[in-house]
């Protein structure tokens, strides 16, 4: 289940969704090795946090309906615009030690974080754009040091990549919207899997050596689109993977978003995300909190 918190994103100018990972395995046979310590992890952290975070779900002071994360689409910000937001992004003060504390004490196992979202801002060092923290108010990588503090603290750490939408870079995928609402989004998608995603995630599987990576919204990823991804996979055996890269990638694990599947899913892993309020995205006007007692039923 996944989660977020009230009381840090004011903290961070910007936004945490705080998200709490339930996984459950079905009965089946013993995992693989590699699978193993997911199978017994069953309780993680999954934090979304970027640019998005800075609106706080507001635009041209008005709300935007909707998951925070998505006031980009949703608002049809222009490009342009919605990278004015960065200057504001400063982390000033993030504190990964005490998130990774936090998980450690309320023993969770691993901690996943979104290393880019559909806005395309990466929160680490890219050499492939400069759309990216370094060019931001925070001027500096924001994932190393949480992957320090989370790997100290004995759990393990994972990144979640959006391979397939992007709504700055031209090309990105747009998930329910055939045409982009700015002309600065607009040019070919292969290109942009090949020149920006791709060698993205080649950068943070380097980078960080994550335990697992978690892909999302897999617009338009045909089976010759998922190729190269799923040949980068096999490189890292160890990295789990869920079932959102694209056509004919089953994954390691299903991810039932928001609900609980009453029977499971018969011989596979799931891992159910599921928020605390409304939102994975920082909103500061949404407080539909799900209860305590809610929260730990669920999990």
């Known amino acids: 289940m996944k989660a977020t918190s009230s009381a840090w994103p004011a903290a961070c100018l910007a936004a945490l969704a705080l998200s709490l990972s339930s996984v459950l395995a079905a009965e089946t046979p013993p995992a693989a090795d590699r699978l193993q310590w997911f199978k017994e992890a069953r309780f993680g952290m999954f934090i979304h946090w970027g640019v998005y975070a800075v609106p706080a779900g507001e635009w041209q002071g008005k709300p935007v309906g909707g998951i925070g994360e998505w006031i980009m689409k949703n608002g049809r910000i222009p490009v342009a615009d919605y990278k004015g937001f960065a200057k504001d992004f400063t982390a000033a003060k993030y504190d990964p030690a005490a998130w990774a504390e936090l998980a450690k004490t309320a023993e969770m ?21 400069d759309w990216d923290v370094m060019n931001s108010g925070a001027k ?21 990549y959006s391979q397939a939408q992007d709504w700055t870079h031209p090309g990105g995928g747009r998930y329910g919207a055939a045409e982009p609402w700015d002309p600065a989004q607009a040019g070919d998608y292969d290109h942009y899997l090949k020149s920006i995603a791709l060698p993205q995630v080649e950068e943070i599987v380097t980078a960080y050596q994550p335990s697992i990576l978690w892909w999302d919204t897999p617009v338009n990823m045909t089976p010759e689109r998922v190729k190269p991804f799923a040949e980068l996979m096999a490189r890292h055996p160890d990295i789990l993977n869920n079932n959102r ?5 089953a994954g390691d694990t299903m991810t039932p978003e928001q609900h609980i599947p009453p029977r499971g899913y018969p011989g ?12 994975w995205g920082f909103k500061k006007n949404d407080h539909n909190w799900k209860s305590t007692r809610q929260i730990i039923w669920n999990l």
């Open 268 to 279: 596979k892993m799931f891992e159910v995300c599921m928020t605390m309020n409304d939102t």
């Open 245 to 249: 890269l694209g056509e004919g990638f």
């Open 109 to 129: 196992k691993y901690v996943v974080i979104t290393s880019k979202h559909h806005d395309g801002f990466a929160l680490f060092d890219s050499k492939v754009r």
């Open 140 to 160: 500096r990588d924001l994932l190393a040091p949480l992957a320090a503090a989370v790997r100290g603290e004995g759990l393990k750490f994972g990144l979640y």
